[in-house]
């Protein structure tokens, strides 16, 4: 006989598998915008207001 999950086990697994998706998204994002934010802040300092902006996506 196999195992088999109740309802709640169901919900509470994709609960938390939700809870770590958002999280990694989040952090991965997070990271992202930094890093993009701290290249448009060194072209600034450097006075290259001309540069190609990011592509939109």
Request: without cysteine.
């Amino acid at each position: 006989m196999g195992k088999t999950f109740t309802l709640i086990q169901t919900v509470a697994t994709a609960g938390l598998f939700s809870a770590v998706s958002f999280w990694y998204g989040f952090m991965f994002g997070r990271e992202s915008a930094r890093k993009e934010l701290g290249d448009l802040i060194e072209d600034l300092r450097r006075g290259n207001s001309s540069s190609t902006p990011p592509p939109n996506s």
